[in-house]
């Protein structure tokens, strides 16, 4: 289980709502881990993907995950993607 932190600025009029998909940088599924998300504003909230069973398997020591949040908004689709480090899970071995 993947855990990612998002945030929604206070300044906007309604909640941020978007898909939140996860996939291994050195060659993910072919259908990453997505979830639906949505955060009021000015909140945090955490968002919770499954990695695929395959991707869970090769994570014995820690890895790039590449993570993309994708929006839409009154002024069009907003996407944001970031290289996050994983560890497996019971702790970084390797």
């Known amino acids: 289980m993947l855990r990612v932190r998002v945030a929604c600025p206070a300044a906007v009029p309604r909640a941020c709502a978007g898909r939140l998909t996860a996939a291994l940088a050195d060659g993910g599924a072919r259908r ?6 949505r955060v009021r504003p000015g909140r945090t909230a955490v968002v919770a993907a499954r990695l695929t069973p395959r991707e869970t398997a090769r994570v014995t020591r820690p890895r790039d995950v590449f993570v993309t949040s994708r929006e839409t908004g009154r002024s ?4 944001v993607r970031a290289l996050l480090r994983i560890a497996p899970p019971g702790g970084a071995r390797g």
């Open 32 to 37: 990453p881990a997505s979830v639906r998300y």
């Open 76 to 79: 069009g689709p907003k996407t």
